[in-house]
């Protein structure tokens, strides 16, 4: 069965960074462009703010773009999102999972919250 275990959230303050990691199992990760998805507080929907393809080429949001740099590490089946210069308006949980432009979604994770408050 497939599982997104996602990690690395917390408390941050107004222009600092964390750096999420998601941990896939169950899947042929590689094969597969995946991204970071993240909801808001109040929000139903989820967006997504970065992808990033099997061959490894990039792509974000405009409210991220420049702040954010997604990766992956194929051998570890692992996704990370390194968040920089991070704003009140990045609060939200953060998930991972397929590219939904591409790919059919799996189950989601828990989520891993941020939060940027000072």
Do not use: H
């Amino acid at each position: 069965q497939v599982q997104l275990v996602e990690s690395g959230g917390g408390l941050v303050q107004p222009g600092g960074s964390a750096r999420l990691s998601c941990a896939a199992s169950g899947s042929i990760f590689s094969i597969y462009a995946m991204g970071w998805y993240r909801q808001a507080p109040g929000k139903q929907r989820r967006e997504l703010v970065a992808g990033i393809t099997s061959g490894g080429s990039t792509n974000y949001g405009d409210s991220v773009k420049g702040r954010f740099t997604i990766s992956r590490d194929n051998a570890k089946n692992t996704l990370y999102l390194q968040m920089n210069s991070l704003k009140p308006d990045d609060t939200a949980v953060y998930y991972c999972n397929r590219d939904s432009r591409w790919f059919t979604l799996l189950p989601w994770g828990q989520g891993t919250q941020v939060t940027v408050s000072s």
